[in-house]
């Protein structure tokens, strides 16, 4: 099995961060809603820096959430929303502490077949079904987790050769087709909520 690797035109720290950390690869999915999925999966290592430690699930789940606010809001922030979204990092981190161990990759080790893990990813909060379809279509493509059918739990995003979401960048030009892809689909939803 080849192991290919998430590459996002971000610092080359948050890459490695993303490939060697499971949760820090988690929470850039949590956080990749409404701000550019560059911003997204760069902002667990900039969390890692503001914390001095690598990421730990127990002490975030635990973290005061006043606190944890205060290092999301800090400027740069790492989301739009802030307090919306540490709340929503504290609540993944809990989950993951009372069902995983606190270990971000038992949430896919040993799943029987891509549905049990699209539904264990979509258990976590926040994760709708398109969510976890993206997240099960990255993990697929990206870090070789490949249970049985995990293209079919991963719907249109597990098509090999698409450009669709995070899960199909590699290089400049892959997230350039995958923006060019989200755009269209939110031009034609836009479309068809207007009737036009």
């Known amino acids: 099995m080849v192991r290919m690797t998430l590459v996002l035109p971000i610092d080359p720290e948050a890459n490695r961060l ?32 503001r914390l001095g430690h690598e990421l730990d699930a127990a002490e975030l789940a635990g973290y005061d959430p006043e606190a944890l606010v205060a290092l999301f809001a800090q400027p740069p922030a790492l989301h739009r929303f802030p307090k919306a979204m540490a709340a929503r990092v504290q609540e993944v981190c809990q989950v993951l502490v009372e069902r995983y161990d ?46 049985q059918d995990w293209r079919k739990a991963a719907g249109d995003y597990g098509d090999p050769g698409a450009y669709r979401s995070v899960a199909d960048v590699t290089d400049a030009d892959s997230l350039r087709r995958v923006r060019e892809f989200k755009q269209q689909a939110k031009a034609a939803a836009k479309a068809k909520a207007t009737g036009g």
């Open 18 to 49: 993303l490939e060697r950390s499971p949760l820090a690869l988690l929470l850039g999915m949590v956080l990749d809603q409404q701000i550019p999925m560059e911003k997204a999966f760069s902002s667990p290592y900039v969390l890692a820096q």
């Open 102 to 147: 606190g270990d971000a990759a038992l949430l896919w080790a040993e799943v029987a077949d891509g549905p049990e893990l699209l539904r264990r990813v979509s258990a976590l909060p926040g994760f709708g079904r398109q969510k976890a379809q993206i997240f099960v279509a990255l993990l697929g493509k990206r870090f070789g987790v490949t249970p």
